[in-house]
């Protein structure tokens, strides 16, 4: 039999995800005033963030001790006496996922969300880390994700996204909540719940032209245009309302046939999408019989350092219609 690639770093990656959405999951129940805070760039950002970062760098470093992380997160706000009442509460959650002989002290606390600065690059691996993507959504209790891939040499070759809120089964809406979903380049995509360990595979859903697809797009207008995207459906014949939701959860759904297209349409000019918003989705996406690229239809490069920063936008789609939706982005966009 061939030896599945990267089996250890799969079931790591699967643990961490894991362990850190379950953190998310109790901070929601008793998130109190105090414990989010706001961002130089105006974005949320919450204890359950922090906690969750370090949970995934503390696996990591447990396993894979000389890969470096790029993770979201950093420590600033957590420290000296103005971040004291935060990295408490950070400290506390963090531990509560580890056995004593696993504790960390505050400096090892902040040193585990800390190797998530690394700047990423084109030769090597290392791995993204998102811990939690969607932060407005995880703050309305809609929909968001713990998102972790490891590139090698530029390319994703493994993502693992926790959605502590999206249904197993998309069917039944009111159903059983948390599910997980795994790609390894050139194995396939998959998806479990959160309790049960049996993974199912998942892929696109069978439609035959653009007229009976769904968009999936995001919920804040100020991160896809809302309108962009009514103008590219009115194009592809598309008469299904948008379905929108926070996080990487949209290719996700895409992925296993509960939509069919995910446009990020950019907004601002100066706008540069980072890695781990996109890392681990983008691969499940492929691997379930997806394509993506950019707005411009260049492949996303993750080879550049923690930002996309030769790509704009992102386009996600069933492969067979990709080009076709491309050339819808392409009509609407280029009369901007
Ligand atoms: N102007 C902008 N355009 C596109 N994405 C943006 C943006 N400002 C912030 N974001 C990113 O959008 C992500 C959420 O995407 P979505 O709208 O699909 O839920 C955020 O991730 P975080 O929530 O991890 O910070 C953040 O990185
Ligand atoms: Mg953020
Ligand atoms: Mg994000
Ligand atoms: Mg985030």
């Known amino acids: 039999m061939v030896k599945a690639a990267l089996a250890l770093e799969r079931k790591v990656a699967i643990q961490a995800v894991l362990q850190a959405s379950k953190v998310c999951q109790s901070v929601f129940k008793n998130l109190v005033s105090g414990e989010t805070i706001t961002k130089n760039d105006k974005s949320p950002v919450t204890v359950a963030d922090f906690s969750a970062q370090a949970v995934v760098n503390t696996y990591l470093r447990q396993h894979f001790p000389t890969d470096p ?111 997980l979903f795994i790609a390894v380049k050139g194995e396939g995509a998959f998806q479990r719940s959160f309790t049960d360990s049996n993974e199912t595979p998942i892929k696109f859903s069978d439609i035959k032209s653009t007229q009976e697809a769904t968009f999936c797009e995001s919920v804040e207008s100020g991160h896809s245009s809302h309108s962009d995207s009514a103008k590219i459906a009115e194009l592809l014949g598309i008469t299904r309302e948008p379905v929108r939701m926070d996080s990487q959860a949209k290719y996700c759904s895409i992925s296993r046939g509960d939509g069919d297209i995910y446009l990020r349409l950019p907004v601002s000019e100066t706008y540069v999408e980072k890695i781990w918003d996109h890392a681990s989705g983008s691969l499940l996406v492929t691997e379930a019989g997806g394509a993506v690229s950019d707005v411009n239809g260049n492949k996303l490069d993750f080879s550049v350092g923690r930002t996309l920063l030769k790509n704009k936008g992102v386009i996600a789609s069933k492969a067979t219609i990709h080009s076709e939706v491309l050339k819808a982005v392409h009509e609407v966009l280029s009369k901007k």
Not at 135 to 152: E, H, P
Request: aromatic letters at 4%.
């Open 69 to 179: 992380i790029v993770g979201e997160e950093d420590s600033k706000d957590l420290r000296g006496e103005t971040g004291k009442a935060l990295r408490e509460k950070v400290h506390e959650l963090t531990n509560g996922v580890f056995s004593s002989s696993e504790q960390l002290t505050e400096d090892k606390l902040l040193e585990a969300i800390d190797r998530g600065n690394y700047a990423g690059g084109a030769t090597g691996r290392h791995w993204a880390l998102d811990p939690i993507d969607g932060t407005k959504g995880f703050l309305r209790g809609g929909q968001y994700a713990v998102c972790l891939a490891l590139i090698v040499n530029g390319e994703v070759q493994l993502g693992v996204m926790g959605c502590p809120n999206l249904p197993v089964d998309a069917k039944q809406p009111d159903g059983p909540r948390g599910s």
